[in-house]
């Protein structure tokens, strides 16, 4: 048997409880009921099953790797009956992230959201699970930049002899279908030309200089998959911590200054990034404002132990002041931008539609 460790999170908003606003409790306990029976029968090691607003995330730890088709196929099923669930209880946009009708060898390109990674675990291995929603996959760059490049962010970049080196960015173009891998701190000016442009270059994934996996992303976005709207992304992010890899406190600290992200109402509108404890990820107001939730995990012998609700803290109070304040200036703009997303990216929702209609009484100038 492999000796490294797969950690795998797949998420997908099967139904919401009221409107986008939040997830039932059934959801919940079918998915968890049928991931208990699949660490019985060893298909898995261990898991966990939360939520974040209306996306349900499904954390698993196996041993058989990446893009595991076994392990894609069975959070597929699990979606699917979650799913039935939805839409046996009427629950609001009931399969949402589901695109297709049968499963084809991976998740992916299907619909939910996936982040893995496969390490050689250590003698502790302190692992963290972002998760978010109302906003698109991208809006991990930020954060990804400020916890792994930015000195100001983390001190062991300059102070830990482990860290000193940098690492190394994984970037992928969602549009042109390419990627390319950045060296940090050498190229950061380069990096930022394309990361600061978040709806179409997405971080995927970082490593050491070593080339030790630190952190994986998902950068599903549901709108290319789909070909129209169907909700937004609501991406997941995974990183390794201490040690080789920036500390617990290093990757949360990006979070302690509101961000701006695409998302939000009807994914069409841009608002802050608050992060909060589990149970307050259940954004209501103008749907929202977009949500982040973090779980830590010490991952022993293939083993979740935990989760820690990472934001669950005090110290986060003032972000999500912040984030309310913000959250305020940007609904006094209403449907003009920069609240309402630039035209480029109002394609990606149902307003094509509505322009439509017009298209015959534009006249030449
Ligand atoms: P400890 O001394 O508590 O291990 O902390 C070290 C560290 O890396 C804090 O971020
Ligand atoms: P979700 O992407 O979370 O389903 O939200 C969609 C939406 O339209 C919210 O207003
Ligand atoms: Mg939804
Ligand atoms: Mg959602």
Redesign the pocket.
């Known amino acids: 048997m492999d000796s490294k460790v797969t950690l795998s999170v797949i998420k997908a908003?099967v139904g919401?409880l009221v409107g986008?606003s939040s997830i039932h409790q059934d959801l919940l306990e079918e998915a968890g009921n049928r991931l208990d029976g699949a660490k019985h029968q060893e298909k898995i090691i261990d898991y966990h099953v939360t939520a974040c607003?209306?996306?349900l995330a499904l954390i698993m730890t196996h041993r058989k790797g990446a893009d595991n088709k076994e392990i894609h196929q069975f959070a597929w099923e699990v979606f699917e009956a979650c799913a039935e669930t939805a839409k046996n209880l009427g629950l609001y946009?009931a399969g949402?992230d589901l695109l297709s009708d049968a499963f084809s060898g991976t998740i992916r390109g299907m619909g939910p959201g996936l982040a893995e990674m496969e390490f050689e675990e250590r003698e502790s291995e302190p692992v963290l699970v972002f998760l978010a929603?109302?906003t698109s996959a991208g809006a991990w760059n930020l954060p990804l930049y400020k916890a792994f490049a930015d000195p100001f962010n983390t001190a062991g970049l300059i102070i830990s002899p482990s860290l000193h080196d940098g690492f190394k960015f994984e970037v992928h173009d969602v549009k042109g279908h390419k990627k390319i891998v950045f060296d940090s701190p050498e190229e950061i000016y380069d990096l930022l030309v394309f990361i600061g442009a978040p709806s179409q270059y997405m971080v995927k994934a970082i490593y050491t200089k070593k080339d030790e996996i630190a952190a994986a992303t998902s950068t599903e976005r549901l709108s290319l998959t789909a070909g129209k709207y169907v909700?937004?992304d609501?991406p997941v992010y995974i990183s390794r911590s201490q040690g080789a890899f920036p500390a617990v406190g290093e990757l949360l600290e990006p979070f302690t200054r509101a961000q701006l992200v695409e998302g939000?109402?009807?994914?069409s509108h841009t608002g802050p990034l608050m992060p909060v404890a589990v149970r307050e990820a259940n954004p209501s107001r103008f749907?929202g404002p977009p949500r982040v939730i973090c779980l830590g995990f010490q991952l022993t012998g293939g083993h979740l132990i935990g989760p820690r609700d990472m934001f669950d803290d005090p110290s986060f109070d003032l972000a999500r002041q912040e984030c309310n304040k913000l959250a305020d200036h940007m609904r006094r703009h209403g449907p003009f931008e920069p609240h309402r997303l630039p035209m480029e990216e109002m394609e990606y929702t149902t307003m094509p539609q509505v322009m439509k209609r017009l298209e015959q009484r534009w006249k030449p100038l």
């Open positions: 908003d919401g986008h607003g209306d996306d946009g949402q929603d109302k909700g937004k609501d939000w109402m009807r994914g749907d």
